[in-house]
């Protein structure tokens, strides 16, 4: 039987929003056993709290990622740092932040992880709960599929898949999700898009701080970015990354094995609810 955790000690992330261009803060704060991961917008004159689970999830957009919204406050593209939550196994935190989205950094988990690594993780002397799955089961919404499996504890098998000459397919399997294969395999993969999307988002007054700092940009011959990869398969690795983030939307940390073809943040937060639905609550 694990214990809940928090962080041993306040960590804070700055830099530009994705999707309005503007700076953003992210305070990380150590939070009680049962809090669970806790938004606080506060720029806004009430402070609203938003809990980062899916009774708060509002759906998704191209650019925004997925949303989590309370009260008329939202805060979009919180996947990243709730994938690095899962992966350190931090069950606990307030997260305070004074805009609607947190900074995007390079596109990528790393600055994140770091700054959970150096905020440390406290023991709690509540034990810890998961949602657990005995039996198997599919799903699947349009040309996403997902099969659940039982497992002792996060394992993900992901593959995409386009009709494009440069990214068919990637697939990759992750036995066992932990803070280290994390920051080793997951964190540093860059959020990616197709060069023609670009055009729609700058008509649409998208994706106002996306440049090639914070996101790989696929052309039909290859990447449009100077700098090379950071892996040969790093579009499947950020496809796995967004994923984990969108699993912890269901609130507790999910023993199951996961193989999903061709997942996506909508689908992702579908699936979280048929697993609830699905799993029994144990140690
Ligand atoms: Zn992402």
Redo the contacts with the bound molecule.
């Keep these: 039987m694990a214990n809940q955790t928090t962080i041993a000690k306040e960590t804070a992330v700055s830099g530009i929003g994705l999707h309005t261009g503007k700076k953003s803060k992210v305070v990380f704060k150590p939070a009680p056993a049962n809090t669970g991961v806790k938004f606080i917008r506060v720029d806004l004159p009430k402070k609203t709290e938003i809990k980062a689970d899916w009774t708060n999830a509002q759906g998704v957009h191209a650019v925004r990622?997925s949303i989590i919204a309370k009260d008329g406050a939202e805060i979009s593209t919180i996947?990243?740092i709730m994938a690095s939550l899962y992966s350190f196994a931090i069950d606990n935190v307030i997260i305070e932040i004074n805009s609607a989205e947190p900074p995007i950094l390079d596109?990528s988990a790393v600055e994140f992880a770091n700054a959970l690594i150096k905020a440390g993780i406290q023991e709690l002397d509540i034990a810890r709960e998961y949602f657990i799955i005995d039996k198997s089961f599919d799903f699947e919404i349009e040309k996403t599929k997902y099969s659940v499996l039982p497992s002792d504890g996060l394992a993900i098998d992901c593959a995409i898949g386009f009709e494009h000459p440069f990214l068919k397919y990637q697939r990759l399997i992750i036995d066992r999700l932990d803070k280290d294969i994390f920051i080793k395999e997951i964190a540093p993969a860059k959020?990616f898009c197709f060069d023609f999307e670009i055009e729609y988002l700058q008509k649409h007054n998208l994706s106002l701080g996306g440049s090639f700092d914070n996101a790989i940009v696929i052309g039909a011959q290859g990447i449009l970015n100077k700098q090379p990869l950071r892996y040969q398969d790093e579009f499947v690795r950020?496809k796995i990354?967004?994923l984990i983030?969108d699993l912890y939307l269901a609130g507790k940390p999910i023993k199951a094995k996961i193989i999903a073809d061709k997942p996506g943040h909508q689908n992702n937060i579908n699936l979280v609810k048929e697993l609830i639905k699905k799993a029994k609550i144990g140690g």
């Design positions: 990622g996947e990243h596109g959020t950020h990354l967004d983030g």
